[in-house]
């Protein structure tokens, strides 16, 4: 079922600041104080739109990758049960189904470019029938944006994250805090202060203290399904040579476009992956044209991908025991990370 103007008004304003006061909300939206107040509380309730934190992995000690899958066993059967695999995998951040040349996109999580055959091996023992291969990017970039709608634009309209970012040290206090962060298992702050053992005011210097350190990116609500009514696409993107211009245009198109919603910028079969959302299947190959436009000459090459299903979005607060041992095979006296969210 598709959302109203005024929910999806409301969850483009909470994208990425969950934080925002019913007032500040209806500043923003138009709508009235009540009108704001029952939608969010039937939102949330709903399972609609739920807290997701957002938290750049390279802070962590991590490194991320972005998997093309290929399902060589026929039939629906093989999917459905590669795509719970990766679904399951405790390092699996994100798992769609697309059409188009490959059948699955993964991104996971890894210590050191050793934890990638590590991954794939341990899909491959539980599914020993199903036969995939694959192509695996390292991902160098990031950038997030709002769900844009409407002329005015919104403040703190994206976030980025990259390989740049160097690893930063946090204790068990930190890490409580992110996991139920991860979970969404709290109402408030005051609640969440309670849940983590210490005073609401040593919690707000804790997250404060994340957000500077480029931990902790942004905290806000996502919706888990396409109850936006949108059809969604992933464009890959190869460049016809390497430069800072490209990335610079592409940079520029995902904050201020109102189709985009992230970039993936990688190292490997392509050099960008866009995300979109386009309110008809129809407009797709417009859009494309129009992309090509923008950025001839750097781009060789677009490859039009509908997204078919999205499988998973972000790991899973139940997934953390498996990550705190992440890497440790790859190197004794390395701190494996100890927490992703």
Not at 114 to 132: Q, S, T
Not at 289 to 303: C, G, I, N, Y
Not at 306 to 312: A, I, N, S, V
């Amino acid at each position: 079922m598709a959302l109203s103007d005024r929910e999806l008004d409301i969850i483009a304003c909470m994208a990425f600041d969950a934080s925002m006061s019913i007032a500040q909300v209806s500043a923003e939206t138009g709508l009235r104080d009540h009108v704001v107040r029952h939608a969010l509380k039937g939102l949330v309730e709903s399972g609609t739109i739920r807290l997701r934190p957002y938290v750049s992995p390279y802070s962590l000690g991590l490194m991320e990758f972005h998997a093309e899958v290929v399902v060589e066993s026929p039939g629906q059967a093989a999917l459905s049960a590669l795509a719970k695999a990766f679904v399951e995998s405790p390092t699996s951040t994100f798992v769609g189904e697309v059409a188009g040349d490959y059948h699955l996109s993964v991104m996971f999580l890894a210590r050191s470019l050793a934890g990638i055959p590590r991954f794939f091996n341990d899909i491959c023992a539980k599914l020993p029938e199903v036969k995939f291969r694959k192509s695996v990017s390292a991902v160098l970039g990031v950038t997030v944006t709002h769900p844009k709608r409407g002329p005015k634009p919104l403040p703190n309209s994206s976030i980025t994250y990259s390989a740049a970012d160097k690893p930063q040290k946090f204790d068990e206090i930190d890490e409580k805090i992110l996991v139920l962060l991860g979970s969404g298992a709290f109402s408030s702050r005051r609640e969440l202060a309670a849940q983590c053992g210490v005073p609401q005011s040593t919690l707000d210097y804790r997250i404060q203290g994340l957000q500077q350190r480029g931990v902790l990116l942004s905290i806000g609500y996502t919706m888990p399904d396409y109850s936006d009514g949108l059809s969604r696409y992933a464009l890959r993107i190869t460049a016809s040579s390497p430069g800072s211009e490209l990335r610079e245009r592409l940079q520029g198109l995902t904050v201020s476009h109102q189709a985009v919603r992230w970039m993936l910028q990688l190292a490997g079969s392509c050099d960008y992956v866009l995300g979109v959302r386009l309110s008809q299947p129809g407009m797709v190959s417009a859009f494309t044209h129009e992309l090509r436009r923008h950025l001839d000459p750097f781009v060789s090459k677009v490859d039009v991908l509908p997204e078919l299903f999205t499988h998973k979005t972000y790991i899973n607060p139940e997934d953390l025991d498996v990550l705190r041992r992440l890497g440790t095979a790859d190197d004794e006296a390395a701190a494996a990370p100890r927490i992703a969210v």
